[in-house]
């Protein structure tokens, strides 16, 4: 069974740090792209992150050079590294794969009839 379990997250003080984990159960086969992208109420959800097949990365200007994506194969892991967080990082936040290649994340609608989200995982940041 396909399926994207989260775990990490958590509240933090403004300029610290967490971790978020997406791991990936089941077999992937239009994973072309995995990505984070997070929401806070009243919002549209916005990609954060993304990290393709080739390895290559895309970033929001939000959280450019204070995040880091990263996959760890072996475990078929997606993580997100935050750190400097800042209190406008609070949201809830997802992993998500299979809505086609990197791009529609940033510049479409991730959210197609293929889409697999994780169930989502808060991050609070405090000043």
């Known amino acids: 069974q396909k399926r994207l379990v989260q775990s990490g997250g958590g509240s933090v003080e403004a300029g610290g740090s967490l971790k978020l984990s997406c791991a990936a159960t089941g077999y992937w086969p239009r994973a072309d792209c995995m990505g984070w992208f997070r929401q806070v109420p009243g919002k549209k959800r916005e990609a954060v992150a993304t990290l393709d097949t080739d390895g290559k990365t895309v970033y929001a200007d939000s959280v450019e050079d204070r995040f880091t994506i990263s996959k760890d194969y072996q475990q078929n892991t997606l993580y997100l590294h935050m750190n400097d967080l800042k209190p406008e990082d609070t949201a809830m936040y997802y992993c998500?794969?299979?809505?086609?290649?990197?791009?529609?994340?940033?510049?479409?609608?991730?959210?197609?009839?293929?889409?697999?989200w994780g169930q989502g995982t808060q991050v609070t940041v405090s000043s």
């Open positions: 998500a794969t299979e809505f086609g290649a990197c791009w529609v994340a940033f510049g479409g609608d991730a959210d197609t009839p293929d889409t697999y």
